[in-house]
């Protein structure tokens, strides 16, 4: 029945192949009842999203040809614009802002593609929007007499929400508030939406990072079911537990983390053997025996993926009664865990190694700065600086071996954001990348890659292995590459151009940069030049570990794959049957997804999350003066890093008084039409900042005037003069 009524929408569209017509206009003409229009508007947009049909602006429908249209999800740039990004992965179609349709950001949407001109890529609008990727969105309230309208927070959401009267929630003006999309179908129209919460003001405490927490559509808390589950279990490990265990409760295992880490999942320990090699354990939590499969519990975890560490909380994966006590690695407390014991060769060789479930009991539970502060020659006063010192010995030595495996070491600064009780932030500091992080990272590096040859290089029969979740990073694609070589170009510092690209040359490039102006923005230009690694059961290796095998292995307790990878592990200790592997690859392959999608959304979160706090922080440094970097260059200005603080801000083209400067997208600068100065990338200038949007997320800069009779400042209008909002004009 419905395909005869397809072929007589097909007929019909065929007939009039330069027209289009509003669904009910087709069902008036093909003889469609009422009781029947329901269905029949639901067959066309299959239909168009089929490709059988075309769907045009205003919901009118025409003739197309299946290879016209394309599926994928929508990014949008914050400028506006957008690209469809197909099952493989590359930004294959341009959708310009007024061919975006109703989609939003992240949306899966069916484009319908125009002809390509020749060496252009494909272009195409969105006829339809197959899938939102989300239904709610935070943004300031407004109110008007009759109705109100939120302005989203999102920059990438460049409509205001018109709320009706009687669905505002009873808010007021000036409320952070979540609202829910109910009706949008026309894209010149505003959406509509009901106000689902009413967070408060943005000035009210908490109420800014519960706004990001809310954005990302991460849970506040867990479900009365979950609770349950993990309250009834015992914190007492069974006696008969123990015993079937490799009990290593005797061995020095000590914890090292940061000093406000509440939660502690590995543990490491070293001796030397009678021969000189070196025992080296890894000792991590073992959540797998607490959260078994199919469990409450489990499927919350699943669900979650991640714990996400924002700026002044942590939204974990798994309820505080295992992730801060029962799984935490407390010191002076039996714990079970499962563990990789490694004999290690002087020369950093992995010569034997033993995968077990182990009990342990921390001696010690050390900070970065204790360890750090042994390594320096310090720390008379604590204990285990011999097994520390040894310990770090042996992390040089690994070190060394990834640098010549090829290994990329970037070494960008990261900053701490450091709040009052209030949540009011007070401080911007750097974060230095001790030795001691070193030491703890090469350990869990060298896990992490043993366990995985274990699965692929012993387990496997025949060419067969096991299904496993990988970590893997692929390589760059030629396009990639070639955008960063003519970045560097300009800098001075090209990139041998005879010569293929591989992690150990750009490995060697990177240190041949040690110090110098250009370095910072060098790894930053390389590290988004990279593609973006990800969890998957087929495993091609990780780029830029220059590692064949990996996996992560190490941090059950905040991380759903490393929890999967000990399950499998465990399995593995008995031969593997292949007869069910169809079965068991699919069901890893949608963990491995699910984990790929969750910590996309958590860097995204705890990223905006200090971000916010960087915004709040400079709203006290208004006309204050800092040194920068140049960071990006784009056609509306020069985004500037503070070098101190790594706060970014613009410094828009229309503030550069001096000359018409026109952007010179190939070398990435700015250049005077007169004077032929120049603004690259890269290069150091001093600013002023002239405006905060805490809102907004953005901070304006000038460029500081030498001397104030040099270059008077510019009297300013109220919001900079580009943009009535840098959502609506182009960020």
Known sequence: MKKNILKKVQGLLDTYPHRTFKPKEMARKLGVTKAEYQDFRDLIKQAAREGKIAKHRGNNFGATNQTTMAEGELHVKTQGYG????????????????????????????????????????EGRVVEVVKRARQQMVGTYQKSRNYGHVVPDDIKMQRDIFVPEGMDLKAKSGHKVVVKLTFWEDERSNPEGEIVEVLGFPDDPGVDVMSVIKAFDLPTSFPQEVEEEAGAISEKIPAKEIA?????????????????????????????????NWELGVHIADVSYYATPGTKLDREALRRGTSVYL??????????????????????????????IMEV????????????????????????????????????????????????????????KRAQLGSLDFNLPEVKVELDKEGVPIA?????????????????????????????LKLGEKGRVPPFIFRIHEEPTHEKIEDFRKYVKTFGRPLDPGKQVTAKLLGAYLKSLKGEPEEAVVQKLMLRSMMKAKYSIDNCGHFGLGFKHYTHFTSPIRRYPDLEVHRLLKEYLLPYDFKDVTAEKKRISQIAQISSDRELV?????????????????????????????????????????????????????????????HDEKNHQLIGQTNQHTYRLGDTVRVKVVRVAVDERVIDFVLAAKNEEEKPEKKRLQGSPWRSSSKRTGR
């Not at 990006?632 to 410094?651: H, P, Q, R, S, T």
């Open 345 to 400: 060769t002087p020369g950093g060789r992995v010569a034997g190694y033993k995968i077990a479930e182990t009990v342990i009991h921390s001696k010690r539970r050390f900070t970065y700065e204790e360890v750090q502060t042994i390594i320096d020659g310090g720390g008379e006063d604590l204990p285990f600086t011999s097994e520390v010192k040894a310990m770090h010995k042996l992390s040089k030595i690994f070190i060394k």
């Open 244 to 276: 079937r265990r490799l009990d290593l409760r005797d061995d020095i295992c000590i914890t090292i983390d940061p000093d406000d880490a509440k939660d502690f999942d590995d543990a490491v320990s070293l001796r030397q053997l009678k021969n000189g």
């Open 428 to 456: 911007i500091k750097k974060r230095e990348r001790l030795d001691s992080h070193r030491l703890v990272e090469e350990f869990m590096l060298l896990a992490n890659q043993t366990v995985t040859e274990h699965v692929t």
């Open 83 to 122: 690209f469809l990004i197909t099952e493989d992965g590359e930004e294959d179609v341009f959708i310009s802002q007024r061919n975006m349709g109703t989609a939003l950001n992240k949306d899966i949407v069916l484009v319908q593609l125009y002809a390509q001109s020749r060496g252009k890529s494909h």
């Open 311 to 340: 700026v002044d909380q942590v939204v974990p994966m798994l309820p505080e009664k295992l992730s801060n006590h029962i799984c935490s690695l407390r010191p002076e407390v039996d714990r079970l865990t499962f563990s990789c």
């Open 602 to 662: 958590a860097l995204e979160a705890e990223r905006e999350s200090i971000k916010l706090k960087k915004v709040e922080f400079m709203q006290r440094h208004l006309g204050s003066e800092f040194d920068g970097v140049i960071s990006g260059v784009v056609a509306f200005g020069i985004f500037v890093e503070l070098c101190d603080l790594l706060v970014e801000g613009l410094v828009h083209i229309s503030d550069l008084e001096d000359d018409y400067y026109m």
